[in-house]
């Protein structure tokens, strides 16, 4: 009898532990799912025999996903999730929204997002709309606080300026700084001048002018020199303004579809305030911070040199990479070349050391077991690069496991192609520079050179895994106007195509924003694709972008993200 007893017991205990361990946190059903689980494209981009493909049409391959403990427990049909959903499971209808695995965004600059929404924008604004601009943005932020803005034009505004008197009383509580486009003048309010101790004695600097009316009065306008008479006492960001400023950017991404983003190029700053909002949990979605190797960040190089890469996947940072400068850009003439410029002969551009990369620093992050990601762009900077990379596998075969990587890759000479796959380098590319920078970018290396330009078809051909970014701010992050880049090879609202032999497929391009960067990180067993087991990260979104890509590329860029989920919680709904 007490044997009965004891068995009931276990079997009751065992029961309800195992409706325990099947009742999802949450389930999603009605969504039409593209797990990519199928097998990559082949190098053309031709899908996969077990890809859901036929007939030229793509069909979703799940309709409904649980989640538990931020993982994914189950993928399939809605009839067969009924099982996962208990009492206290939540169930999100996604009323057949398309379920596509979490982005990942591969290279940006996140502050950059935010400083930029924070500074007033004055270009080409009237003296009144000036006034209403600053007024606006002090309504928005607390009192004390300096208001930035730039781009009013000296020369428009030259013989009347905008009334910073009337500014003064409109906003007297924000100090304000208002820079010239053309780097001649700044204006400011009373609260600005009184801060910065100008006053109408004041003795404007060398070749500089302090406004002043007919009674001798302030008129809150500095010229050339006398400009740094208040833009040196603009105080330097506060702690909580850079990360309210990060913070905006790591928003705007999730609003954006994505939930991991890389940054490329992290400073002391920036790392403290990304410490402290992991630290608080704030930290919305996974973040990469890629440490910049340079000279003014040593502090932070030498300490993470140290202290090695985080061996914690899950952890929302992850600081596993360093980030390095080759040479220049193409539109400045920076990046480095084996022949001239084609605009500008005698000038092949400039790289290495006369660019700030340090060989030495660079070693020690890669022995300390640090991916590298390095910035190249011309051809000569990129077989540099490359040859770098190779010479340091053959003292360190190991160090190739960790798929570093070249950002941008821009112009590749022909013969390095298949060097990239040779050496297992991740080809980071943004599919916007590739069409924004034409046609300028065939005037500085000419139509053949410019062959080898964006050339992600010829790097995939060459068994190179391409993982795709905006490097933002420069150009914009979305999702869908890098995927109409990609694969139309089209501005917007322009029917030149630049070399569409190298466009992606639509499948392609969604896999370089998912499975691939996760893979650029050695993280394609957590992430990447919708499978049981990985990370519960997914984005949904509006449109069929397999479908779409293919038939009316046109459309992506009408697509909406509708709500992102980062580790099974929603992190942006529409
Ligand atoms: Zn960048």
């Given at each position: 009898?007490?044997?009965?007893?004891?068995?009931?017991?276990?079997?009751?205990?065992?029961?309800?532990?195992?409706?325990?361990?099947?009742?999802?946190?949450?389930?999603?059903?009605?969504?039409?799912?593209?797990?990519?689980?199928?097998?990559?494209?082949?190098?053309?981009?031709?899908?996969?025999?077990?890809?859901?493909?036929?007939?030229?049409?793509?069909?979703?391959?799940?309709?409904?996903i649980a989640i538990k403990n931020?993982?994914?427990?189950?993928?399939?049909?809605?009839?067969?999730?009924?099982?996962?959903?208990?009492?206290?499971?939540?169930?999100?209808?996604?009323?057949?929204?398309?379920?596509?695995?979490?982005?990942?965004?591969?290279?940006?600059?996140?502050?950059?997002?935010?400083?930029?929404?924070?500074?007033?924008?004055?270009?080409?604004?009237?003296?009144?709309?000036?006034?209403?601009?600053?007024?606006?943005?002090?309504?928005?932020?607390?009192?004390?606080?300096?208001?930035?803005?730039?781009?009013?034009?000296e020369a428009i505004f030259a013989?009347?300026?905008?009334?910073?008197?009337?500014?003064?009383?409109?906003?007297?509580?924000?100090?304000?700084?208002?820079?010239?486009?053309?780097?001649?003048?700044?204006?400011?309010?009373?609260?600005?001048?009184?801060?910065?101790?100008?006053?109408?004695?004041?003795?404007?600097?060398?070749?500089?002018?302090?406004?002043?009316?007919?009674?001798?009065?302030?008129?809150?306008?500095?010229?050339?020199?006398?400009?740094?008479?208040?833009?040196?006492?603009?105080?330097?960001?506060?702690?909580?303004?850079?990360?309210?400023?990060?913070?905006?950017?790591?928003?705007?991404?999730?609003?954006?579809?994505?939930?991991?983003?890389?940054?490329?190029?992290?400073?002391?700053?920036?790392?403290?305030?990304?410490?402290?909002?992991?630290?608080?949990?704030?930290?919305?979605?996974?973040?990469?911070?890629?440490?910049?190797?340079?000279?003014?960040?040593?502090?932070?190089?030498?300490?993470?040199?140290?202290?090695?890469?985080?061996?914690?996947?899950?952890?929302?940072?992850?600081?596993?990479?360093?980030?390095?400068?080759?040479?220049?850009?193409?539109?400045?003439?920076?990046?480095?070349?084996?022949?001239?410029?084609?605009?500008?002969p005698g000038h092949k551009g400039?790289?290495?050391?006369?660019?700030?990369?340090?060989?030495?620093?660079?070693?020690?992050?890669?022995?300390?077991?640090?991916?590298?990601?390095?910035?190249?762009?011309?051809?000569?900077?990129?077989?540099?690069?490359?040859?770098?990379?190779?010479?340091?596998?053959?003292?360190?075969?190991?160090?190739?496991?960790?798929?570093?990587?070249?950002?941008?890759?821009?112009?590749?000479?022909?013969?390095?192609?298949?060097?990239?796959?040779?050496?297992?380098?991740?080809?980071?590319?943004?599919?916007?520079?590739?069409?924004?920078?034409?046609?300028?970018?065939?005037?500085?290396?000419?139509?053949?050179?410019?062959?080898?330009?964006?050339?992600?078809?010829?790097?995939?051909?060459?068994?190179?895994?391409?993982?795709?970014?905006?490097?933002?701010?420069?150009?914009?992050?979305?999702?869908?106007?890098?995927?109409?880049?990609?694969?139309?090879?089209?501005?917007?609202?322009?029917?030149?195509?630049?070399?569409?032999?190298?466009?992606?497929?639509?499948?392609?391009?969604?896999?370089?924003?998912?499975?691939?960067?996760?893979?650029?990180?050695?993280?394609?067993?957590?992430?990447?694709?919708?499978?049981?087991?990985?990370?519960?990260?997914?984005?949904?979104?509006?449109?069929?972008?397999?479908?779409?890509?293919?038939?009316?590329?046109?459309?992506?860029?009408?697509?909406?993200?509708?709500?992102?989920?980062?580790?099974?919680?929603?992190?942006?709904?529409?």
């Amino acid at each position: 009898m007490k044997n009965v007893f004891w068995i009931l017991i276990a079997v009751l205990f065992s029961c309800n532990n195992v409706q325990e361990s099947n009742n999802a946190d949450t389930v999603i059903t009605s969504a039409k799912v593209y797990t990519l689980s199928w097998d990559n494209p082949s190098l053309e981009g031709i899908p996969a025999e077990n890809a859901p493909f036929k007939d030229g049409i793509w069909q979703p391959d799940a309709e409904a996903i649980a989640i538990k403990n931020g993982l994914i427990q189950f993928v399939g049909s809605n009839e067969d999730v009924q099982n996962y959903i208990g009492e206290n499971t939540n169930v999100i209808d996604a009323k057949n929204a398309f379920i596509v695995p979490g982005l990942i965004e591969s290279h940006g600059h996140v502050q950059e997002i935010g400083e930029k929404a924070e500074a007033v924008n004055l270009i080409d604004l009237s003296a009144e709309e000036i006034i209403e601009a600053i007024y606006n943005r002090s309504q928005e932020i607390p009192e004390d606080e300096w208001i930035i803005g730039s781009g009013w034009d000296e020369a428009i505004f030259a013989n009347d300026y905008p009334d910073m008197v009337e500014l003064s009383k409109k906003v007297p509580n924000h100090p304000v700084v208002l820079n010239g486009l053309r780097g001649f003048g700044a204006m400011g309010n009373q609260l600005a001048f009184e801060k910065a101790g100008i006053t109408n004695k004041t003795e404007a600097t060398d070749g500089g002018e302090i406004l002043k009316d007919n009674q001798g009065n302030l008129k809150y306008v500095l010229l050339n020199q006398a400009k740094n008479l208040l833009n040196d006492k603009v105080p330097e960001r506060t702690f909580e303004q850079k990360s309210r400023i990060m913070m905006y950017g790591l928003d705007e991404l999730n609003s954006l579809g994505f939930t991991t983003a890389h940054h490329a190029g992290v400073l002391g700053e920036h790392m403290k305030v990304y410490e402290d909002l992991h630290l608080k949990n704030k930290l919305p979605i996974r973040v990469h911070a890629f440490i910049a190797a340079r000279m003014h960040n040593i502090d932070l190089v030498n300490k993470w040199i140290e202290r090695g890469p985080t061996k914690n996947d899950t952890s929302f940072l992850q600081v596993k990479t360093f980030k390095a400068y080759y040479d220049g850009s193409l539109g400045s003439r920076g990046a480095n070349f084996i022949e001239d410029y084609s605009d500008m002969p005698g000038h092949k551009g400039v790289s290495s050391k006369d660019y700030g990369f340090h060989e030495d620093i660079v070693k020690k992050a890669m022995d300390a077991g640090f991916q590298l990601a390095i910035h190249a762009i011309g051809d000569k900077g990129n077989r540099d690069v490359l040859d770098f990379y190779n010479n340091y596998f053959k003292e360190n075969q190991e160090s190739k496991e960790l798929r570093h990587r070249i950002e941008h890759a821009q112009i590749v000479h022909p013969d390095d192609f298949k060097r990239f796959g040779e050496l297992n380098i991740v080809a980071s590319m943004e599919p916007g520079h590739a069409v924004e920078d034409m046609p300028w970018a065939i005037d500085r290396v000419g139509e053949e050179r410019a062959k080898g330009g964006y050339a992600w078809r010829t790097l995939r051909k060459n068994n190179t895994t391409v993982i795709f970014n905006a490097d933002y701010s420069g150009t914009d992050p979305s999702f869908f106007y890098g995927a109409y880049c990609a694969i139309t090879k089209q501005k917007r609202d322009d029917d030149k195509q630049w070399f569409p032999e190298q466009a992606f497929t639509s499948e392609e391009t969604l896999r370089a924003y998912a499975i691939w960067a996760a893979y650029a990180s050695n993280q394609e067993n957590l992430t990447g694709t919708i499978e049981k087991g990985k990370w519960a990260d997914f984005t949904f979104m509006d449109i069929d972008v397999l479908n779409l890509g293919n038939t009316n590329p046109n459309q992506l860029l009408n697509g909406k993200i509708l709500k992102t989920m980062v580790n099974g919680n929603v992190v942006f709904e529409q």
